[in-house]
């Protein structure tokens, strides 16, 4: 059973850094893409970047140049953010697309969410 859990949120004044990690475990035979999602109180779920198993990374055009999603060490994904705007504020889900099996449809795996608070 493959589990993703976030970690790394928290509270911060705006211009602060935060990092995000997401641990991936369990068996899951292939990984097309990472992704970290956000959602703010009263709106819905939106993609702010992901990382795909070739390297091509993708940005929102609200992030761009302030976050940077990464690959770590065993199955370790990142999400650095700097320079954070009270627009920042949100749930971040870590999300992976792959397959557990090599016959398994390709499926969305999330993990609970972590929450950044950008606030003076």
């Known amino acids: 059973q493959v589990q993703l859990v976030e970690s790394g949120g928290g509270l911060v004044q705006p211009g602060g850094s935060l990092r995000l990690s997401c641990a991936v475990s369990g068996s899951i035979f292939s990984i097309y893409a990472v992704g970290w999602y956000r959602q703010a109180p009263g709106k819905e779920r939106e993609l702010v970047a992901n990382?795909?198993?070739?390297?091509?990374t993708n940005y929102i055009d609200s992030v761009k140049g302030r976050f940077t999603i990464s690959r770590g060490a065993k199955n370790t994904k990142y999400l650095e953010m700097n320079d954070l705007k009270p627009e920042d504020t949100a749930v971040y889900y870590c999300?992976?697309?792959?397959?557990?099996?090599?016959?398994?449809?390709?499926?969305?795996?999330w993990g609970q969410g972590t929450q950044v608070t950008v606030s003076s």
């Open positions: 990382i795909t198993e070739g390297g091509r």
């Open positions: 999300n992976v697309e792959g397959k557990a099996t090599m016959t398994s449809p390709v499926y969305f795996y």
